[in-house]
């Protein structure tokens, strides 16, 4: 099961969690809504996020995004068993912003 790090900062109606490093981030253990991901800086080659519906396993899969490229990815969805972001690949770990509800 996924540790769950200190609270997302909350704006608004949405949280947002910054992640800069290829690792396994829990990010909620509920029902909720995923608004957007943001490359804000590219991965080295090969570098990806999956986003998972769950909070204790790899399924089911919401994306799996290449984060080689810097953009912002609306998404605009609801996950009904958790959130888990999973960043892994290239040497160089990309720079990104999920936000959600």
Excluded at 7 to 22: E, L, M, R, W
Excluded at 62 to 79: E, G, K, P, S
């Amino acid at each position: 099961m996924p540790e769950f790090p200190l609270p997302p900062v909350q704006i608004g109606g949405f949280k947002y969690a910054h992640i800069n490093t290829n690792t396994l981030t829990g990010l909620s253990s509920m029902m909720g809504h995923l608004h957007a991901i943001v490359i804000n800086t590219a991965g080295a080659a090969g570098n990806t996020c999956k986003v998972v519906d769950s909070a204790t396993a790899a399924v089911p899969v919401i994306a799996v995004i290449d984060t080689t490229v810097m953009r912002t990815l609306t998404y605009n969805t609801t996950f009904r068993n958790g959130l888990i972001i999973i960043t892994a690949g290239g040497v160089t770990a990309a720079d990104i912003t999920v936000v959600y509800q």
